[in-house]
């Protein structure tokens, strides 16, 4: 297809446990991004790659959080030692980016459901 | 660096009625300005989109919006709502050189009654 796509879309595990999230975005977008959105919150940013490189990993909320990009398209999103308040929806969303950077809209893959049991 | 607000968690319409979301925004320069919706269960859609020129600007499912730099603000509108556009929106702003820099607001919850 040609929007985002993340997989995989439901993740059940157990607290202590890693997980591996991951987003296919859309050929052609250099940018992308991780939201996390918790239940009935809006979207928190988490980080955002430019290419391979992730200029801002400001988001991230712990240690335990680590995202990777490779060949400038398909990214990895990693939680180590899961625990209870990393349960979310995960989303990923990828934009054109050019020299006016954030004037490109980002296009949302459907997102990845975590429960942390 | 750049924050948005909308100042209203949840508004209920009746089908038919009018609507206008609000959302206010923080930074130095013209931003670039987004809405977006998030149906129950899916994924963000963008509605619309303002970079430059007309201040008001037309979206998809007849949604239009209006930049207002003296209020900063960029609020949502519709005429007549329907059912189907009980969602979540968002409104978002970019700004600057990197894609960072690109806000999302909470969220307001729209409820139509029948």
Redesign the interface.
């Known amino acids: 297809g040609a929007g985002v796509s993340q997989s995989p879309s439901n993740k059940v595990t157990e607290k202590g446990k890693d997980v591996e999230l991951r987003c296919d975005p859309i050929s052609g977008h250099t940018a992308l991004y991780w939201y996390r959105q918790s239940l009935g919150q809006g979207l928190e940013f988490l980080i955002y790659f430019q290419g391979n490189s992730a200029p801002d990993k400001s988001g991230l909320p712990s240690d335990r959080f680590s995202a990777e990009r490779t060949g400038g398209s398909v990214s990895t999103l990693t939680i180590q030692r899961t625990q209870q308040e990393d349960s979310a929806v995960y989303l990923c969303a990828s934009s054109l980016e050019g020299l006016a950077g954030g004037r490109y809209e980002q296009y949302f893959g459907p997102g990845t459901r975590l429960t942390v049991t | 660096a750049q924050s948005v607000t909308q100042p209203d968690i949840h508004i209920t319409v009746s089908e038919g009625a009018s609507l206008e979301l609000r959302c206010n925004y923080s930074y130095g320069a013209t ?2 300005l ?1 809405w ?1 919706v998030q149906s129950p269960g ?5 509605l619309l ?1 303002y ?1 430059s020129g007309d201040t008001l600007v037309q979206g998809i499912k007849g949604f239009e919006a209006e930049f207002k730099r003296s209020q900063s603000s960029f609020n949502l509108r519709k005429p007549s709502v329907h059912w189907s556009d009980a969602a979540e929106y ?1 409104c978002a ?15 307001t919850r729209l409820s139509v009654l029948p």
């Not at chain 2, 899916?42 to 963008?46: A, C, P, R, V």
């Not at chain 2, 702003?93 to 969220?107: I, S």
């Open positions: 931003p670039y987004f977006y899916q994924g963000l859609q963008l989109k970079f968002f702003v970019g700004a600057g050189n990197y894609g960072q820099n690109f806000v999302f607001g909470p969220g």
